[in-house]
């Protein structure tokens, strides 16, 4: 075996829940390497039994990599979870990002989409702009109380341009803060 390949460490099992490219980019470049060092001896035409050789160890080393890209590869969930959040009519996919109310699907910017998701995880509490701030942009309180009534505005027009009834999502509560609907 060629010293260059001694040099490559593949782990015999990667963990099924993280792939580690620069273990598989290493290998790739190896083999890339490898293949043209093959390529060059097959037009000199010198020397036919290192170049079958050369053919050999390029070829356990495509082994290698293929192994552990495969075993690296998450294994698929028997059955999906149930992530899809419904408030009445309206539907919201986290997982997949996705949002509809009735049959009509809106688009939603992700930042929307993630208030959406929070507000829809607990569709009747009021959210203060505080709390809101703190769980879908990642802040602390101060300023970002214009962004929070923005964004709250931009849900409520694309709810309503689904179909959504005017006044049924999307409710301030004056001084309070904001919650997704009421109670029925």
Known sequence: MSPRLER???P???PRDRVVLGELHLLRGRLDA???EVAH???TGVEPDEGWLRVEEAARLARRALAAAVSAVPAHPATPPASELCVGELRVD???RRQWYGEAEFELTPLH???LVVMAADPFRVFGKDELLAEVWC???GDGANAVKMSVSCVRRALVGAGAPRGRFMLSQHGVGWALTRPT
Do not use: G
């Open 41 to 43: 001896v097959i037009e």
């Open 34 to 36: 490898m293949l043209s």
């Open 12 to 14: 015999d099992t990667y």
């Open 139 to 141: 802040r602390r309180s």
């Open 94 to 96: 986290p997982v997949s």
């Open 113 to 115: 989409h993630r208030l």
């Open 8 to 10: 490559v460490r593949v």
